[in-house]
DNA sequence: GTAGGGTTAG
């Protein structure tokens, strides 16, 4: 015979509908299955423990004939809990209507939760009222659920006026204040409730962390962590994360070791985090030790980690070990895995490879969402696809339900431009339902300089001009797109306004990482005996490029109104160049030479490294600001095109 | 018998 306690203790541990359906029967037997804490258990543990099993509860439920308080918070916890707790407000408001139902505050605890999780403020608004109405948001419990709740709506000032409402709050409370200035990205609320709480923890600490973090005040965080005398793993893993964030990569490693060294170990946000750094330095080297760490630690079933480590081996410039990782995980549900496999395809110029992975990923019942276009049409401008860049768009709003934003208006007339059709990419910039960015401007102009476009690319720059200003990059761009045309007037004129208003270039940096040290070079500086190496070997590898492969320097590159030699030497101290030559001189033979730059590639550099794999016999992985190439035998990974 | 607070990926 089974009792009440010995059915509770079987659900404990069941986690499928068929085994629930087990101890059901047995419930039958000992004929206990009416009694209500039975019933009750029952539809809570069918509503909530077992996946897909909602509307067994929802059978259960409607064959009671007096569901009591109980029973219809298991109802509503399952739906708002569900991937459409929009369902759980109509379900209360049927049951208020339908068997009179009498909501009390564990009621109103589940519904806010669930609001909270599609951030509806309409929504929130309403429960609160209804809360109010009821006598129960002064209930401690419901009044922190209303104040987490009008912080995931972004209504810090809401959340503010409960809580200053709320009679007696206790820690949980100020924290739940205190996470709602924070997801409200109030960073002068979060500082000033912070301040003022009574009694801080490690997690009021942690919150602020991150806020300051999110805001970039990666200084203010430092001070803080350094401050705090208790520091647990979600401390050190923000501080991991929020370097990495703020691209302060050397920070994140830092912390990275220090949180390993203080015996917390890694945990799966510190090791996205440091996984994320690496992406950005393009530490492959490193990466593949987290990834080691990974496996170690035991977290490889994490999709979050295995989504960064896929991004991370494509940012480093090996895509075909993001495919392995990406192959290899079980659980493939995530659109982040998907988006990020495509990406890292797209930019490695695979566009048709990253367009059948979108279609595998359909045919896995993967919705597709606005990040996943945006990869889609990136494949489709770099791969040259402008029929079926088009396509994609259209279907992506008619079909997918997908709202475009600015970035995929800037894939498409990126997708017209770089192919040339510039009066087409100029008049999507028209039609657009936004103003158009500096990006959009910015991408159009690059077009003009592909296809030395003089006169649209004057037009453009003044509308830059209007939208962004002190941007150097524009002026340089437009000063090359004169040089290339022939126009040295024009292009020093350019020059020289810069220089007026005292805007300067962006310095072009590389890195390489050799042997697990990233080293990093700038056009042209002679200051150690790392460049002094670097110089030496340029001068050879120039000189057999020009004997050998027959090389002419592309003198257009530089923007400079000097001297033709002068112009030449320019080019060829290029940081890349300088990062390659260092590269060849100390890397093993045949291993792949892996440059990171933090500007777009010249086209000189560009010629000069696909002479060099052939000559060379290397393989070169060059990441741009915009994509990789690989150079092999004197091809171009890009044709070219980029 | 049910419930509230912290960091994370494309």
Redesign the pocket.
Same mark, same amino acid.
């Given at each position: 015979m089974y009792t009440c306690e010995s059915i509770s203790h079987l659900l404990a541990t069941c986690k499928t509908l068929a085994s629930f359906k087990q101890i059901q029967a047995y419930a039958y037997k000992s004929n206990i299955h009416s009694d209500?804490?039975v %019933?009750?258990?029952f539809i809570?543990h069918c509503a909530v423990a077992i996946s897909d099993a909602f509307h067994h509860a929802l059978r259960l439920f409607l064959d009671v004939p007096a569901p009591?308080? @109980?029973?219809c918070? %298991?109802i509503i916890?399952g739906l708002s809990e569900s991937e459409t707790p929009q369902n759980s407000i109509s379900m209360y408001s049927k049951l208020r209507r339908e068997v009179g139902f009498r909501p009390?505050? @564990?009621t109103f $605890?589940?519904l806010l939760?669930g609001v909270a999780n599609y951030r509806c403020l309409r929504d929130g608004v309403q429960l609160h009222c209804q809360a109010v109405k009821h006598g129960l948001d002064g209930?401690? @419990?419901?009044g922190?659920?209303t104040v987490?709740m009008y912080g995931e709506c972004m209504c810090a000032g809401y959340a503010r006026k409960v809580f200053d409402e709320m009679f007696g709050p206790?820690?949980? $409370?100020w924290? %739940?204040l205190v996470?709602a200035c @924070?997801?409200s990205n109030d960073l002068m609320a979060l500082e000033a409730v912070f301040g003022e709480m009574p009694f801080k923890?490690?997690? &009021?600490c942690?919150?602020m962390l %991150?806020g300051y973090m999110?805001a970039g005040e990666t200084e203010s965080a430092t001070d803080l962590f350094s401050e705090m005398d208790v520091k647990? $793993?979600?401390?050190w893993? &923000?501080m991991v994360?929020g370097f990495a964030?703020n691209g302060c990569f050397t920070e994140a490693f830092g912390v990275f070791r220090g949180s390993v060294r203080s015996g917390i170990g890694a945990?799966?946000?510190?090791l996205?985090?440091v996984l994320?750094a690496c992406?950005q330095a393009g530490a492959f080297e490193f990466g593949r030790i987290v990834h080691g760490l990974v496996e170690k630690s035991g977290l490889n079933w994490i999709?979050?980690v295995n989504? $960064?480590l896929i991004?991370t081996y494509a940012r480093c410039g090996n895509v075909g070990m993001s495919r392995l990782v990406f192959d290899s995980m079980p659980d493939k549900s995530?659109?982040?895995s998907w988006?990020?496999m495509i990406?890292g395809l797209a930019m490695h110029g695979c566009g048709k490879e990253a367009l059948q992975l979108f279609h595998q990923m359909e045919s896995h019942g993967v919705k597709p969402?606005g990040?996943?276009f945006v990869s889609i049409l990136y494949a489709c401008s770099h791969g040259g696809f402008i029929e079926q860049g088009s396509t994609y768009f259209s279907n992506m709003i008619e079909i997918y339900g997908v709202e475009p934003s600015v970035e995929h208006y800037g894939c498409m007339v990126d997708l017209y431009g770089r192919s040339g059709q510039l009066e087409k990419a100029f008049d999507f910039v028209t039609k657009m339902p936004f103003s158009p960015t500096d990006i959009i401007w910015r991408i159009l102009l690059g077009a003009c300089s592909i296809h030395g476009n003089v006169k649209l690319a004057e037009h453009v720059k003044g509308s830059l001009a209007l939208v962004d200003p002190d941007n150097s990059g524009d002026g340089v761009l437009l000063s090359n797109i004169y040089a290339t045309a022939g126009k040295w007037r024009d292009a020093a004129g350019v020059r020289r306004s810069m220089e007026n208003q005292q805007i300067k270039k962006d310095p072009g940096w590389s890195t390489i990482e050799i042997d697990k040290v990233l080293y990093s070079f700038v056009a042209g500086d002679k200051r150690d005996k790392i460049t002094e190496k670097a110089h030496e070997k340029l001068d050879e590898i120039m000189l057999r490029v020009r004997v050998e492969g027959g090389y002419m320097p592309e003198v257009a590159s530089v923007l400079h109104d000097i001297q033709e030699e002068e112009k030449e030497d320019a080019v060829t101290r290029h940081s890349e160049k300088l990062a390659l030559a260092f590269g060849l001189a100390r890397s093993r033979e045949g291993r792949t030479i892996r440059i990171m730059k933090n500007l777009r590639v010249c086209r000189d550099c560009h010629s000069v490294m696909k002479l060099v794999s052939k000559l060379y016999r290397v393989q070169i992985v060059l990441r741009d600001r915009s994509r990789f190439h690989t150079f092999d035998s004197g091809f171009c990974s890009c044709r070219d095109y980029w």
């Open positions: 209500p804490f %019933a009750g258990k809570l009591d308080v @109980f029973m918070n %298991a916890r009390d505050s @564990f $605890a589940f939760k209930h401690l @419990f419901v922190t659920t987490s206790n820690v949980v $409370a924290n %739940a996470t @924070f997801r923890n490690v997690t &009021s942690n919150v %991150a999110k647990d $793993a979600v401390s893993s &923000s994360g964030h945990n799966e946000v510190s996205t985090g994320s992406a999709i979050t989504n $960064a991004d995530s659109v982040v988006t990020s990406t969402d990040v996943t």
